[in-house]
């Protein structure tokens, strides 16, 4: 089978699972969610499959939502960073040397924190909670899609039909939009899909820590934090499950931007 | 008849493109040469035509997607990855063409001695240096300080280290000024006379028939034909394939004139002759088939027939 | 470029990022919509003498620019004032539990480098053979991973199913911290650190083997083998000395990665490092001691990126040469 028409069937499969995941969470209600004291911490089986927890909750309902929790607040923090991203790495392809330099500086800064710790701090000094978490990861993810937007438009920049338009007077806003965006649009949108996962794994762990979402809502970070009391007294099943469930949420997104990105660039398609 | 060193018949080398099983591009195509000692065989073609490949081929060094059929022999034994091992680097030597070729980061003196320390290879080392006029420091600097004819010199040293019976040498004048590329090429003439089998791959024409003993003509990933050196000082009438006497109408003594269009890719399927589409006698048949015509050591690919009076006999 | 010129150019970097992530934090924490140490002061835990203390350093009634300079100065003489939950300076809890989370990252850093470089070489040298296929598709997998569940996974199999590794903490419990032995407290460094293993070997040897595959296809091995030079010969002269110093640049490279995800495998393993103490500060906003951390941390990393600049230097030979 074409590579192309393979690369395509994948994707068309993950984005569909993705869909799925986020539908069936938000049919689930509060009462499919609901403690039931007569099933506490059973084994996975067909009624549970991945089992019930202390409060006799179902383990795949409540990982569900978290994920479906966790899918909302990644793209979301995502999407702001990219929008900082193509802002930030505009400017520093576009205007004068010394933008650039001081562009340059700002990520080496940004990313020479390290991202957790960056994030707890911003979150805290937000004011923790939800909108605290969204703040601390749409800040620190910017970077790296930053630095790929700045060197295609710096690549594109040089470019002759570039030169020419700007003989003709256009201005930088002009040549951005016209020239540079349908160039740089591709990378974006690759390493867009690629942050995604990051942030998914900073929100799970930063959560987890204890600084996100508030511990009834059901989010992985929580469920997984939970489940650390019972580990000790040998409960496996709290933390395998919902944990595994997040590893393949992660793969599979990380395989859509793979195959994303063999689409749209075919350089890459060589290993 | 003397016997070759080196036979290869019907060599065709393609390679596999970007994993995929179906797409693959031909860089030779039935291929056939003999190499024997004593003799210089240069291998004439255009630049980026797929000249190297060969050389790998014979080397056994082709890439992990490449793929090969046809036979190579060597001194009456069929080559297989075992015999090249130990014939690589000892009776098969091969001077690459650019500095590349050198581990950048590895002193010049140890890739000549191939990492040997005991004072014998020292000391030849040291001894083949003087001999190519290389200043003693030489051996302790990196590729990247040698300039053009100091690097080619010491390619060439890695090569005179051995006793091969067979050297390869690809494009070795390219950048180098009169004195050093007569230099190269008077050290091959020379190591011939001693029975050994030499193949150059050049484009470089003029270089070829001043020096070589026979010329391989390639095109389109075939030999189209095998001629004497010589021939090209005696006149055209000499030479008998299309191409071939283009090539000498091509050269800056007799005319400068080229013909137009350029080489076509080699495709497998295609059972006509290469040429066809560029060719001044070409004939219906030429679209399906191709005669192989051998003379005695020489050889040439083409459906005109060459036996008639209008072709003098050479000498 | 000249070597020294490159050289002092990434130090001044270096030194500007440090001031300005001392610059970001502070007025981060001074913008912050909550004033977490107005707030601290109001709750009335504080004596009067602790909270002129507070004020004088804080500079709550100066503007903003003032308490900046206030601020730094006092850095500079290493006052980074008092951290609220353990009421004392910042600097002496952060040198308290350093100690730990050093032990813990160093062991880390050289396990990651060595392994990682290795399984990176063989992933390379035998290419598309069933192990690398394995081999990768378990670095990929552990690159999706969260740290923190790897470290799960471990306690589960480990302390919990086998019994063999002890459930947390850096010593044992209920023995007295100076009668703890070396032995003990790499005995309760092995899980975490073996997490975080797990987790950043793939970073490396992904690397490494892409490195080792482009040098195995290169011209001057290709030379090397025309040669005769044996397979043995060309790893141990041409492939390792291609890819070393690529490989320890990239690791000094990844401080960034390595800390954050240290922060997650103290707390899994309720390992009493500045991971958990920033997870404590963060949770109790004590913001003195979040800040003092956040630049600590920083320039640590910001001297693994120098040192890994530094290292990009000295592979290439054209410019070490340049010293003759």
Not at chain 1, 75 to 96: D, H, N
Not at chain 2, 223 to 236: D, L, P, R, S
Not at chain 3, 51 to 74: C, H, M, P, Q
Not at chain 3, 108 to 124: A, C, D, P, Q, S
Request: proline share 4%; glycine share 8%.
């Amino acid at each position: 089978m074409n590579r192309r028409k393979k690369s395509k069937i994948i994707l068309v499969i993950i984005v569909a699972f993705v869909l799925l995941i986020m539908i069936s969470g938000s049919m689930i209600t509060d009462e499919m969610l609901a403690p039931d004291f007569s099933q506490k911490n059973q084994l996975p089986s067909l009624k549970h499959f991945f089992g019930t927890d202390w409060l006799g909750r179902d383990m795949f309902l409540r990982t569900i939502k978290g994920l479906q929790n966790s899918i909302i607040i990644g793209s979301i923090a995502s999407l702001i960073s990219s929008i900082i991203a193509l802002i930030v790495g505009g400017l520093a392809g576009t205007m004068p040397k010394w933008v650039d330099h001081i562009v340059r500086i700002v990520i080496d800064l940004v990313m020479g924190i390290p991202h957790l710790i960056l994030i707890i701090l911003i979150s805290v000094l937000a004011g923790r909670g939800v909108r605290g978490l969204l703040i601390g990861i749409a800040l620190t993810h910017w970077t790296s899609l930053a630095r790929i937007v700045r060197s295609e438009v710096l690549q594109v920049r040089n470019d002759h039909y570039v030169l020419v338009s700007r003989r003709f007077g256009k201005s930088n806003f002009y040549i951005f939009k016209e020239h540079m965006i349908p160039i740089v649009l591709p990378q974006y949108i690759i390493g867009l899909v690629l942050t995604f996962p990051h942030a998914i794994l900073h929100e799970a762990s930063v959560t987890f820590l204890g600084f996100g979402l508030s511990p009834e809502a059901p989010a992985i970070g929580i469920i997984l934090s939970e489940s650390m009391k019972y580990l000790v007294n040998g409960v496996w099943h709290l933390a395998f499950f919902p944990g595994l469930s997040l590893v393949l949420l992660v793969l599979l997104i990380n395989k859509l931007g793979e195959n994303l990105s063999l689409l749209l660039n075919p350089y890459l398609a060589r290993e | 008849m003397k016997r070759p060193l080196l036979e290869i018949n019907n060599l065709s080398v393609g390679f596999r493109m970007n994993g995929s099983k179906q797409k693959q591009s031909w860089a030779v195509n039935d291929l056939s040469i003999r190499a024997y000692p004593g003799e210089i065989l240069t291998i004439v073609g255009a630049s980026g035509s797929g000249k190297s490949v060969l050389a790998s081929a014979i080397l056994g060094l082709l890439p992990g997607n490449a793929i090969s059929s046809g036979e190579i022999i060597y001194d009456g034994k069929n080559v297989d990855k075992e015999l090249l091992n130990k014939l690589r680097g000892e009776e098969i030597t091969f001077i690459p063409q650019s500095i590349s070729s050198l581990d950048p980061l590895v002193k010049v003196g140890k890739q000549v001695r191939n990492f040997a320390s005991d004072d014998e290879t020292i000391k030849k080392q040291r001894k083949i240096f003087k001999e190519y006029g290389l200043n003693r420091s030489v051996e302790k600097t990196y590729p990247f300080q040698l300039s053009g004819g100091m690097a080619r010199r010491v390619l060439i040293s890695t090569t005179v280290m051995k006793n091969p019976r067979l050297i390869i040498a690809d494009e070795p004048t390219p950048g180098l000024d009169i004195q050093s590329a007569k230099k190269t090429m008077d050290y091959f003439k020379n190591y011939a006379k001693k029975d050994k089998a030499i193949i150059l791959i050049t484009h470089d024409i003029d270089l070829a028939i001043h020096y070589s003993d026979k010329l391989a003509i390639f095109y389109g990933g075939q030999i189209v034909e095998i001629t004497k050196a010589k021939y090209f000082h005696q006149g055209i009438q000499y030479l008998k394939h299309p191409y071939t006497r283009a090539l000498y109408r091509s050269l800056p003594t007799n005319g400068f004139k080229p013909i137009p269009g350029s080489q076509p890719i080699p495709d497998k399927d295609d059972q006509g002759c290469i040429f066809r589409d560029r060719c001044e006698c070409k004939v219906q048949i030429c679209d399906s088939s191709v005669n192989t015509q051998k003379f005695e050591d020489e050889m040439v690919r083409c459906n005109v027939d060459f036996t008639s009076e209008k072709y003098r006999l050479p000498v | 470029m000249n070597i020294t010129h490159y050289i002092i150019k990434n130090f001044m970097k270096m030194i500007l990022l440090i001031v300005l992530v001392s610059v970001v934090t502070f007025t981060l924490a001074v913008n912050s919509p909550i004033d977490p140490i107005r707030q601290y002061i109001g709750t009335g835990t504080v004596t009067d003498d602790q909270r002129d203390s507070i004020e004088e350093y804080w500079g709550l009634n100066d503007t903003k620019a003032e308490r900046f300079v206030k601020w730094s100065t006092n850095l500079l003489h290493g006052d980074f004032g008092d951290s609220i939950i353990f009421r004392k300076g910042v600097l002496s809890v952060i040198s308290e539990k350093a100690g730990s989370s050093l032990f813990l990252m160093l062991s880390t850093f050289t396990l990651t480098g060595i392994l990682g470089y290795i399984i990176g070489l063989f992933m390379g040298r035998f290419r598309d053979s069933i192990g690398d296929r394995i081999l990768k598709s378990i670095c990929i997998t552990f690159s999706a991973t969260p740290t923190f569940w790897v470290g799960m996974l471990m306690l589960i199999i480990f302390s919990v199913k086998l019994g063999i590794f002890p459930i947390g903490f850096s010593m044992p419990i209920g023995v007295r911290a100076d009668e703890v032995n070396i032995f003990d407290k790499i005995y309760h460094t092995i899980l975490p650190a073996l997490t975080l293993t797990l987790v950043f070997i793939p970073n490396i040897a992904l690397h490494t083997r892409s490195k080792v595959i482009e040098v195995l296809e290169s011209d001057y091995v290709l030379f090397a083998k025309a040669r005769g030079e044996s397979q043995k010969s060309i790893m141990k002269n041409h492939v390792i000395k291609n890819t070393v110093l690529p490989a320890i640049t990239i690791q000094f490279g990844s401080f960034s990665e390595i800390f954050g995800g240290s922060v997650l495998a103290e707390n899994v393993f309720s390992y009493p490092g500045l991971g958990t103490t920033i997870v404590t500060a963060g949770l109790g906003g004590d913001i003195p001691l979040l800040l003092g951390i956040t630049i600590i941390i920083s320039i640590f990393v910001f001297i693994g990126n120098f040192i890994a600049d530094l290292l990009h230097l000295f592979i290439n030979p054209m410019i070490r040469e340049e010293e003759i």
